[in-house]
């Protein structure tokens, strides 16, 4: 079972080039989420997804895609690259709840872009 | 927003001795969670706390759900080396989306053996 797998683990880009990391999940899981990681600022939620064909806005949306055609995948995209986005990016899903939240996240290993 | 305090922002401990850390919030919670993070991997869930005034124990870890909805705490006895990681804490609320997970800045635990 592998759980949340992200794709690339690492990635070197310039200013102004694009591109896209992957998210996938194998546990039928109906929430997704997109964070970036930066030293001193724990976790901050850039998109989350409540379902196939839906994606709502985080914290820190800005200068970032995202799309959910397939329940299992989430795709985060930069159309711009900037050197404020050079962050370390985790994937996140979880079971939904009708009625609460549960709060368990289940992380991939993350993705470490840097951005000169 | 809503923000969550952890304290402390790091650690430096001796193998062996306990370690206690908190979060607060000037808001409430109807949901806290202790979070794990090792070196180079994701978070993983070490405990969830559903109730106020609730404890709860996994292992060497104790964690409380303070009475007032806006603080927990963790605790961890006797510590070991592999307890070396970033812990976070993290509040949810009930009636929103998942998306209102809002997770604290991190204690980071250092382990001298």
């Known amino acids: 079972n592998a759980g949340v797998t992200q794709t690339p683990k690492f990635r070197v880009l310039k200013t102004g080039q694009s591109m896209t990391l992957l998210c996938a999940q194998d546990m039928n899981h109906e929430y997704m989420y997109w964070y970036r990681q930066d030293p001193g600022m724990g976790l901050r939620l850039i998109h989350y997804?409540?379902?196939?064909?839906?994606?709502a806005k985080g914290e820190v949306p800005d200068g970032y895609n995202v799309s959910r055609l397939k329940k299992q995948n989430f795709l985060l995209g930069l159309e711009s690259a900037a050197p404020s986005q050079t962050s370390v990016y985790f994937c996140?899903?979880?079971?939904?709840?009708?009625?609460?939240?549960?709060?368990?996240?289940?992380f991939g290993e993350g993705s470490r872009l840097t951005v000169l | 927003g809503q923000q969550l305090n952890q304290s402390p922002q790091s650690m430096f401990i001796q193998e062996g001795e306990d370690v206690s850390m908190n979060c607060t919030s000037s808001?409430?919670?109807?949901?806290w969670l202790w979070y794990k993070q090792d070196p180079g991997e994701g978070p993983v869930l070490l405990i969830a706390?559903?109730?106020?005034?609730e404890l709860t124990s996994n292992g060497r870890l104790t964690a409380q759900f303070g009475i007032t909805r806006k603080d927990s705490f963790l605790n961890i006895s006797a510590s070991i080396p592999s307890d070396v990681g970033i812990y976070f804490c993290?509040?949810?609320?009930?009636?929103?989306?998942?998306?209102?997970?809002?997770f604290g800045k991190g204690t980071k635990l250092s382990v001298k053996p």
């Open positions: 808001s409430i919670f109807n949901t």
């Open positions: 996140a899903s979880s079971y939904s709840s009708r009625t609460a939240g549960t709060g368990e996240l289940f």
């Open positions: 993290a509040g949810l609320n009930y009636g929103g989306s998942q998306g209102n997970l809002i």
């Open positions: 997804s409540v379902g196939e064909g839906t994606t």
């Open positions: 706390l559903y109730k106020a005034g």
